[in-house]
């Protein structure tokens, strides 16, 4: 079990801000870092995505929890998306937004609420994801962090961040 440290902005927005380099699928050092993700990312209950720059791993792997919502509909476990790339986006419009690296704060973003997205999954065969709602926030939020994009980035203005 590997639990990493998550990089915080306001002590590290060079890390957060770096462009991730693609990763061989197949390699057993990508199945280590899906492992560390999703052990950490278990170790912050309220998270439901992360990305391997938010532990300082400037590699293409995030994972994603699909089916957040809710208080009374928890998501489901955490799904790793390898070397992850947008084919289709559309249906954009404004959705409640917040990132493990900002802790406390929130914001309404823009984001597409249709997504489809290719890549690996975690046993290194290639898929092709469509995301609805609000998983394709999720979805979108996560690569957005291997292009070193943040949500702050997606806020339209001041008004819609919010501390909670």
């Known amino acids: ?9 306001k002590d590290d927005p060079e890390t957060l801000r770096k462009v991730s380099e693609p990763v061989d699928a197949s390699d057993p050092s990508a199945a ?13 209950p309220n998270g439901i995505g992360l990305a391997a720059p938010q532990i300082g791993v400037h590699q293409r792997i995030v994972l994603v929890c699909l089916g957040a919502g809710p208080p009374e509909r928890a998501p ?32 309404m973003t823009v984001r597409p609420h249709h997504l489809v997205v290719e890549g690996y999954d975690e046993e290194g065969e290639p898929k092709e994801w469509t995301y609805e ?31 909670m």
Not at 38 to 43: E, F, I
Not at 78 to 105: Q, T, W, Y
Request: hydrophobic fraction near 40%; include cysteine; charge should be negative.
């Open 1 to 9: 079990m590997a639990i990493h440290h998550i990089v915080l902005y």
């Open 32 to 44: 280590r870092l899906v492992r560390d993700l999703k052990d950490t990312l278990g170790d912050h």
């Open 76 to 107: 489901r476990p955490p799904m790793a998306l390898v070397n992850p790339r947008i084919i289709e986006a559309g249906d954009e419009r404004k959705d409640h937004d917040g990132c493990l690296s900002f802790p406390g704060l929130y914001g």
């Open 133 to 163: 709602g609000f998983d394709a926030v999720v979805a979108h939020h996560e690569v957005d962090h291997l292009e070193g994009v943040l949500f702050i980035d997606r806020v339209e203005s001041p008004l819609d961040l919010y501390m």
